[in-house]
């Protein structure tokens, strides 16, 4: 009886401190993800890096339906510099894309803008090399926006809308705060903030820490 109390009051405290620091920050919490350089293929590019009616295959569940394949390629920049092991995500979709950090773009030596997924007119050049063959990309590798992924639960508890922007603040030695994060909204997304490793490691920001969105975007 002693052990169920003190774990009783344990987590009462645990809670109440949850709650205090909530309404301190008056801000929503969200976990974040830092999202490392990645490729997103059309079936056809797929089959003429991999061969005729390659399939990928699977390595690990991502949110929304998507995950992260086993096959990884080589992308190089217009200077031929290249970057070896850049991991494909599935499924296949209508338009390839190669997602990229700012580093990445100077070692590559490409001028990739700053794009929300699927937005590639006008992007950077880019070539992808396979085990069984290469194509060159006249757009599509971008560096990848900041955004947040919420269902509609959390975004109606977040007071959020999708297409929103929103500042948020990240309280760790850095105090970093996050100006024009994106909010999508989708009942197949799990909840969590992506930031490319470039602003993962000027803030100190490690895969599970948390941020809390503080105001709307500026």
Known sequence: MAQE???EVITRMVLDALAKNASEDGGFVVPIGVSAR?????QEHIEALFGPGYRLTKFKDLMGGQ???NEKVTIVGL???AIENVRILGPARKKSQVEISATDAVKLGVKAPIRESGDLAGSAPIAIVGPAGALYLK???IIAARHIHMSPADAEKAGVRDGDYVSVKV???????????KIRVDESFTLEMHIDTDEA???HIRQGDTAVIVKEGL
């Open 5 to 7: 109390y003190e774990i």
């Open 139 to 141: 757009e599509g590798c």
């Open 67 to 69: 995950y992260a394949a």
């Open 171 to 181: 309280d760790n030695d850095r105090g970093t705060v996050f100006q024009k994060v």
């Open 201 to 203: 490691n000027a803030s």
């Open 38 to 42: 990645h490729i997103h293929l059309t």
């Open 79 to 81: 200077k031929l510099r």
